[in-house]
């Protein structure tokens, strides 16, 4: 079974960038199509981009294409997500996730798989 550990959450102002990673461990990475999600306080958890587990298939929320970036190294089993640009609307708890699939797809739902989430809060 795989662990997933966000990281690199912090404070920013506005317009400024951030990147998150998400390393794994305990398991396989390869055969694992994997997100981000956010949550913002008071609100559901909200999709904000995925990744197949050949890199070849991704999928951007609207309210991020064209600022948000992911992308995956298997062979060091990290995923990121390079965040430019950002809004006071970003402010959220970041989470990575991951699914085992034969296929490879960026789906937005269905993850199994969880880490503990870090903070990105973006200050006007």
């Known amino acids: 079974q795989v662990q997933l550990a966000e990281s690199g959450g912090g404070l920013v102002q506005a317009g400024g960038s951030l990147r998150l990673s998400c390393a794994a461990s305990?398991?396989?990475?390869?055969?694992?199509?994997m997100a981000w999600f956010r949550q913002a306080p008071g609100k559901g958890r909200e999709f904000v981009a995925a990744i197949s587990w050949t890199g070849d298939s991704k999928n951007y929320a609207d309210s991020v294409k064209g600022r948000f970036t992911i992308a995956r190294d298997n062979a060091n089993k990290i995923m990121w997500l390079q965040m430019n640009s950002l809004k006071s609307t970003d402010t959220a708890i970041y989470y990575c996730?991951?699914?085992?699939?034969?296929?490879?797809?960026?789906?937005?739902?269905?993850?199994?798989?969880w880490g503990q989430g870090t903070q990105v809060t973006v200050s006007s």
């Open positions: 996730a991951a699914v085992y699939s034969e296929l490879p797809k960026a789906p937005t739902g269905g993850y199994s798989t």
């Open positions: 305990g398991g396989t990475f390869s055969r694992f199509n």
